[in-house]
């Protein structure tokens, strides 16, 4: 069983950065089955939406509205799955979850984080 873990969060100005950290914890076995990290986002009153993904072999993805701003990536010696946030701006406010996918024995495998809050003040 992975389990994962955020920080990072907090209060920033805008135009300021912050990095999030995603460390998963688990049996070895289980985490190399976690091809897939993803950082979501949910602001108030907001759905919760995919903001950047990375694979085991690297490709990442982003959605529009963080392009050249955040940049993801990760330390599988330390199990790790970063989000560089640059340029933050108001409406980057949320609450940040880490999301991991893979395949199981049996069955496919997700695991979230309990979230890290991020508060962009303008």
């Known amino acids: 069983q992975v389990q994962l873990v955020e920080s990072g969060g907090g209060l920033v100005q805008a135009g300021g950065s912050l990095r999030l950290s995603c460390a998963a914890s688990?049996?070895?076995?289980?985490?190399?089955?976690?091809?897939?990290y993803g950082w979501y986002r949910q602001g108030p009153g907001e759905q919760r939406e995919l903001v950047a993904s990375?694979?085991?072999?690297?490709?990442?993805n982003y959605a529009d509205s963080v392009k050249g701003r955040f940049t993801i990536s990760r330390d599988n010696a330390k199990n790790t799955v970063y989000l560089q946030m640059n340029s933050l701006k108001y409406e980057d406010t949320a609450v940040y979850y880490c999301?991991?996918?893979?395949?199981?024995?049996?069955?496919?495998?997700?695991?979230w984080g309990p979230g890290t809050l991020v508060t962009v003040s303008s």
């Open positions: 999301n991991a996918r893979g395949i199981g024995p049996y069955r496919a495998l997700e695991v």
């Open positions: 688990g049996s070895i076995s289980s985490i190399n089955r976690m091809g897939w």
């Open positions: 990375i694979t085991s072999g690297g490709s990442t």
